[in-house]
C-alpha cells in the first residue's frame, strides 16, 4: 500500500546489490511512495549484482561509485543532482564488508589490513558520503540520511567480528554529523538497526541461521524483515519524522530490550536434555 509519502522527494540509495539486499527493499519502497533517486554501488558489484533490473522496476538510474573514494563520491552526487534536476532528500548508505569474517578470521586473530579496509567501507564511507554532501551542499534542508547498522554495535553477538567496530563506529559518526548538519541545514543523520537479515553480504557471517533462530525466539514480535526495514526507513525519509536526528533506531522486534524469551528459555532447557549435552 502507497501513502505517498516521498512524493516529490529526490535521493541517492547506496547498496542495492540483487533482491535479497535491503537496500533493494528500500528502493522498491521509495518507488512506490513516489520518490525518484539514482542508485550506486561499486563497478565490481554492479556487474556481479543485479541492480540493472532494480533501475529498470525503479525508473531510476545507476551511477558506479567506490564509496571510500571521495573523487568517485563527488561524481557520484554531481551526476545525481543533475539527473534529478537538483539536491536530494535523502540518502541510504547501506554499505558493509570484513574480509576477516569472509576469511573466517577469528576477533583474537584479526588481520589489521583487513580490519582497516572493514572499517573503511563499512563506517568512514559514511562519513565521507556525509563530508562530499556537506561541501556540496547537495541535501535540501529538512533532508535525511539513513544508514544502515546492527545491535552488535552495543553488544557482543558471536560471529559478528570486526564489523561490530565498524557499527559502533558508523553510529559515532551519525550523531557526530548529525548535530552539524542539523545545526547548519536542519537535516537529519540517523541509523537504524536492524534484525540480522539474510542478505547475500549478511550470509558471511558465522552461523546466521543459528543467530537468526535465537532472535526471533527472543523477541516478542520476531524478526523484522527486509521490507519491514524498508517501511520504516521511508518514514525517515519523510517528513513526518522532521525532529528525529542523531538516533540509532531499532527494528528488531524488540530484541534489543530483551534479557530472556520463554521460548528462548525453553529451547536452551531442551538443550540439557539431549544425548549429545
Same mark, same amino acid.
Given at each position: ?31 512506490e ?26 525508473n531510476?538510474?545507476?551511477?558506479p561509485?567506490?564509496?571510500t ?20 532528500d ?8 570484513s ?16 580490519? =582497516?579496509?572493514?572499517?573503511?567501507i ?8 556525509? =563530508?562530499?554532501a ?18 552488535a ?17 558508523l ?9 552539524i548538519?542539523?545545526?547548519e ?26 543467530l ?33 536526528t542523531? =538516533? ?11 534479557g ?6 525453553? =529451547? ?10
Amino acid at each position: 500500500m502507497s501513502y505517498n509519502l516521498l512524493k516529490g522527494k529526490k535521493g541517492i540509495i547506496f547498496g542495492a546489490l540483487d533482491n535479497k539486499s535491503i537496500a533493494w527493499k528500500i528502493a522498491e519502497r521509495a518507488h512506490e511512495e513516489g520518490a525518484s533517486f539514482t542508485l550506486t554501488n561499486t563497478p565490481t558489484s554492479i556487474r556481479f549484482g543485479t541492480i540493472s533490473e532494480l533501475a529498470e522496476k525503479t525508473n531510476s538510474i545507476v551511477i558506479p561509485a567506490d564509496a571510500t573514494n571521495q573523487k568517485d563520491l563527488t561524481e557520484l552526487i554531481e551526476k545525481s543532482m543533475d539527473h534529478l534536476g537538483g539536491k536530494v532528500d535523502f540518502i541510504l548508505h547501506s554499505i558493509g564488508m570484513s574480509l576477516n569474517v569472509r576469511k573466517k578470521r577469528i576477533y583474537s586473530d584479526l588481520d589489521y589490513n583487513f580490519l =582497516q579496509k572493514t572499517l573503511d567501507i563499512s563506517a568512514v564511507s559514511f562519513h565521507k558520503v556525509l =563530508q562530499t554532501a556537506f561541501k556540496l551542499d547537495a541535501i535540501n534542508d529538512w533532508g535525511s540520511v539513513v544508514a544502515l547498522s546492527y545491535i552488535a554495535a552495543q553488544r557482543t553477538l558471536f560471529g559478528y567480528n570486526d564489523m561490530a567496530d565498524a557499527k559502533a563506529l558508523l553510529e559515532s559518526i551519525a550523531r557526530s554529523f548529525g548535530y552539524i548538519y542539523g545545526r547548519e541545514k536542519k537535516i537529519r543523520i540517523n541509523t537504524i538497526s536492524q534484525s540480522p537479515t539474510p542478505t547475500t553480504a549478511g550470509s558471511g557471517i558465522r552461523d546466521l541461521e543459528g543467530l537468526m533462530d535465537f532472535t526471533e525466539r527472543m523477541s516478542p514480535l520476531g524478526n523484522a524483515t527486509a521490507l519491514e526495514c524498508a517501511d520504516y526507513c521511508v518514514t525517515l525519509f519523510s517528513d513526518l519524522t522532521r525532529k528525529v536526528t542523531m =538516533q540509532n533506531l531499532f527494528n528488531d522486534g524488540g530484541f534489543s530490550n530483551m534479557g530472556m524469551s520463554m521460548r528462548a528459555m525453553h =529451547q536452551y532447557e531442551k538443550g540439557f536434555n539431549c544425548n549429545d549435552c
